[in-house]
């Protein structure tokens, strides 16, 4: 089946959406082939984050995240506002229920870009969740990738390296890998991948 050929349409309030949640280390190319999903599949919801990280040049706030003070974020900790949250990196991250739960009860099919904690509490919750690891062809590649980005300083890609390589360790969690070697392979298969979720032909 070609990942070209679009899926029928499938919002349908009278079933539950589906999760699909996609994990990579910083650097291995997740942004990109999530924006290929939003334009391939522009019914799908995509669950806009809570950080408390300040945003990076050309980050838009509701958009790329919702950045939050932690004061806000611990706040919504006590009042259970969260499907998951995990500390990433120095700084927090959260999913909001909310987004979640109204979108799965209408039908929304919906993308989350989160980490492997957060990926294993959201699958204590929503255990029908399709998940997909995208791995990048190595570690070395990956610094290389994070240091031609020119966002962080080399204590932050050190950082991110380490936390990089327990991720690729955990990748056997996902149902499904996906290589990002060369982009166009990978996106294709991540979109004929979603698409036959979507039509029931795979989980
Ligand atoms: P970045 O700061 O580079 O945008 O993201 C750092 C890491 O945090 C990425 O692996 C990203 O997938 C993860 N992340 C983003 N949002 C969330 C979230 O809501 N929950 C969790 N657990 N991780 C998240």
Redesign the pocket.
């Known amino acids: 089946m070609s990942a070209h050929i679009k899926a029928e349409k499938t919002e349908d309030s009278s079933r539950m959406g589906r999760l699909f949640i996609i994990?990579s280390p910083?650097g291995g190319g997740k942004t990109t082939l999530c924006k290929a999903v939003f334009k391939h599949f522009p019914d799908i919801l995509y669950s806009v984050?809570y950080?408390t990280?300040l945003p990076r040049p050309g980050e838009k706030n509701g958009i790329d995240y919702h950045f939050i003070s932690k004061n806000e974020f611990f706040r919504m900790i006590e009042s259970n506002r969260w499907a998951?949250?995990?500390e990433?990196?120095g700084?927090f991250?959260?999913?909001s229920v909310d987004l979640i739960n109204n979108g799965l009860c209408v039908g929304k099919d919906i993308l989350l870009?989160?980490?492997v904690?957060?990926t294993v509490k959201i699958i204590e919750k929503y255990p029908e969740s399709i998940t997909i690891f995208i791995m990048p062809p190595s570690i070395e590649t990956l610094r290389m990738r994070l240091e031609s980005r020119g966002e962080d300083k080399k204590d932050v890609i050190d950082q991110r390296m380490i936390n990089a390589k327990k991720e690729m360790e955990q990748s056997y969690l996902y149902q499904h890998v996906i290589l990002n070697e060369h982009l166009e392979i990978a996106t294709q298969s991540l979109l004929t991948l979603i698409e036959s979720c979507r039509l029931g032909l795979r989980v």
């Open positions: 994990s910083s984050s950080t990280r998951e949250w995990a990433v990196h700084n991250y959260g999913t870009d989160i980490d904690q957060g």
